[in-house]
């Protein structure tokens, strides 16, 4: 049987550890409650706007908006997208990217992210929409949300195409 010396003995100890570090964020724990003068007034309307972030606004996509296709450094590929929600419920909100193939209703594309609402708007950047191929595609952009409570909305769909460059 091989022994191991103390530097073996010391990673095997650690690796635990070091996974731990990279865990996604399954959600966990609700956030501590927003300050009262940051949350947004109780007459606001629920939006939730997809587009690309320009300072402090969000410039919604328009129809036929052309996405380029990033190649990750794991073989993997995905498109960016960033979301805009106003709502009068603060808390963890589940946002969801979906590409779907208008032709047959298949989904080509998804990302499932976090959202810590506190202010109005509260943003998501450079979402990493992931899709299944690294060919050229078109389809629908649905963007949805859902509250600690229960509570959905919806951006509007967008017509997108998925391209190899710009």
């Known amino acids: 049987m091989e022994s191991f010396g103390l530097p073996q003995r010391v990673l095997f100890a650690l690796l635990p550890l070091t996974l731990l570090a990279c865990s996604p964020d399954d959600g966990g724990e609700e956030p501590t409650a927003c300050p009262a003068s940051s949350v947004c007034a109780a007459s606001s309307t629920n939006t939730l706007a997809v587009g690309e972030r320009q300072g402090d ?6 129809s036929g908006q052309k996405l380029e296709i990033i190649h990750g450094p794991q073989g993997g590929q995905h498109v960016l997208a960033d979301a805009a929600l106003s709502t009068d419920e603060p808390g ?57 409570s229960g509570k959905q909305v919806a951006a ?10 710009l």
């Open 57 to 62: 606004a969000l410039v919604a996509f328009s």
């Open 92 to 148: 963890n909100w589940t946002v969801v990217f979906q590409l779907v193939d208008p032709n047959d209703g298949m989904m080509f594309g998804q990302s499932t992210r976090r959202l810590r609402v506190c202010s109005c708007p509260s943003f998501l950047q450079n979402v990493a929409v992931i899709l299944n191929s690294d060919a050229d595609h078109a389809g629908t952009l649905k963007v949805s949300a859902e509250s600690p």
């Open 156 to 165: 509007p769909d967008v017509d997108i195409e998925a391209v190899q460059s």
